[in-house]
């Protein structure tokens, strides 16, 4: 219906390397969730689906390119879930959160400007600070890794 509010949709990776760590990206500080480590990843495009968007971001925030068929659907999350604890500062609207996980890409992954990017352990995942819907979906990458990397 014309003029109807959707939810933002948006797309995220979890590439693995092969120690099972997984490639997160901390937000530039001056942007809605500074210093916040999340997955790579972005809006949907008008007209665009899911994972064109994954293949646009990737190629966009990290300079590598990914195959559609490497790329594996782990699991969303959405900010109307009990226990999604919106941080404060941060705009009120409905997000939902893609997440894929993907093993092959081409390329070396590089941070854009402003950003910073680390491979992370599971170890160490636990005390990195996270956009709310990252949280519940950093337990599915940390699984994807572990069977995949
Ligand atoms: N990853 C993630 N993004 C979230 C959450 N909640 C939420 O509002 N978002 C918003 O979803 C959007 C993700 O798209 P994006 O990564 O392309 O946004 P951006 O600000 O980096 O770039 P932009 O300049 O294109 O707006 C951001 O505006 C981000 O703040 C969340 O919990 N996790």
């Not at 999604?84 to 893609?98: C, E, K, T």
């Not at 160490?124 to 940390?142: I, N, Q, T």
């Amino acid at each position: 219906m014309a003029g109807e509010q959707r939810a933002l949709m948006v797309v995220a990776v979890a590439l693995v390397d092969h120690a099972g760590r997984v490639l997160m990206q901390r937000r530039p500080a001056d942007r809605e969730h500074g210093g916040l480590w999340e997955f790579p990843g972005g809006k949907l495009e008008p007209g665009e689906g899911p994972l064109a968007a994954l293949v646009r971001e990737v190629d966009e925030e990290l300079s590598i390119e990914v195959s559609p068929g490497d790329c594996v659907p782990l699991g969303f999350a959405a900010n109307d879930a009990p226990g999604i604890v919106a941080v404060a500062g941060a705009p009120r609207r409905d997000v939902v959160l893609l997440l894929y996980g993907c093993a092959r890409w081409r390329g070396e992954p590089r941070a854009e400007e402003g950003a910073e990017l680390g491979w992370i352990a599971p170890d160490v995942c636990e005390s990195l600070e996270m956009p709310p819907l990252d949280v519940p979906l950093a337990r599915l990458a940390f699984e994807y890794a572990q069977a995949n990397g």
